[in-house]
């Protein structure tokens, strides 16, 4: 987060910049990724990421209990065309 001059170099380098419109000029919030003109405003961005970042963890754990889910199906569909024998559909 910066919000003159001096911060530009800092606001590059981060993974994701925050540059405030202010009384030192406007080269942080424009070299930065997100402009905001108060620092009032950075609280509500950053429970919009993290609501975001939270959305995508839960989407993929989803994905990953419903991929063990239906590999489960597939093998004991497998192992009843095969009499319950214990043969493995999958390799390892």
């Not at 990724?33 to 989803?62: E, M, N, P, V």
């Not at 093998?75 to 095969?82: A, E, G, N, P, W």
Request: proline share 1%.
């Amino acid at each position: 987060i910066g919000d003159g001059g001096n911060d530009v170099a800092m606001i590059q380098e981060a993974d994701v910049g925050v540059g405030l419109f202010g009384k030192e000029g406007k080269q942080a919030a424009l070299s930065s990724d997100f402009s905001i003109t108060k620092f009032c405003h950075l609280k509500r961005l950053l429970f919009w990421h993290g609501r975001l970042g939270y959305k995508r963890s839960c989407a993929l754990a989803q994905f990953i209990v419903h991929r063990g889910v239906l590999l489960t199906i597939i093998q004991v569909i497998f192992s009843l065309s095969f009499f319950l024998a214990p043969v493995s559909l999958y390799n390892g």
